[in-house]
């Protein structure tokens, strides 16, 4: 088998359920995946854990590993920094670890450039509706925030085209089934296996 680990990238417009909906796949299929963790100079909301959720750091900080080249991709959102911490990701996928990452539409496109293998699947809700039911249930943001954040999201759904996959989470365990087996398929390509092929055929040979 291919020794490299797949890189799996979930975008989709905040409340979605792209949280929800990787947590699922975590629990149910755990041993397949490490979730990188994103650094962030957002707030840190009530039940979020430092070095679970994010880690929550200064702007400083933040800039500081930007100059040292430490992300490998990082985006401003809604006025705050999230970058994805590079060395994580270089070193679990060279260990044969996928690597979830779950991280909006600009810095999605960094990774694309970056490591054009990944699979690029974009979450979506069944309707606008939907969607701004879910982020004003969540709780988590102020009136002035949620409308903030559903604004951006007309601005992310333009950027489906770039994505392979686009996954409607209807209900959660739909969602994440589908998200699974995608990354399912990927594994079973042959042309990430080709190398054990070939050394069969040399044996047969
Ligand atoms: N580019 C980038 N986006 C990230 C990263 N981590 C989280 N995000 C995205 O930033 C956006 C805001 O995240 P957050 O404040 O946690 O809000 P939520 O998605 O509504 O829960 C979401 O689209 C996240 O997927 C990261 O490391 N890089
Ligand atoms: N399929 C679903 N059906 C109903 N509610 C959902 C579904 N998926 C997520 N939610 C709810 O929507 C809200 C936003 O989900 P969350 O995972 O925080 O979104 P995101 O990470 O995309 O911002 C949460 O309150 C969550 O419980």
Redesign the pocket.
Known sequence: MSNRGVLIVL?????VG??TVRQAIFENYENDFEFSI???T?GKRPGEVEGKD?FYSSREEFEELIAQDGFL???E??D?L???PLKYVEDTLASGRDVF????V???KQVQKKMPEGIFVFLVPPNFKELEDR?VHRG?ESHELVQQ?LSKAVDELRQIRYYDYVVVNDKVSNASRKVKNIIESEHLKVSRNISDFETFIKEME
């Open positions: 975008s989709g417009p905040s409340g792209k949280g994103s650094m962030t957002r994010y991709e990082y985006a959102y809604v705050n999230y970058g994805t990452l779950e991280i909006e600009q810095g999605a982020l988590s954040r």
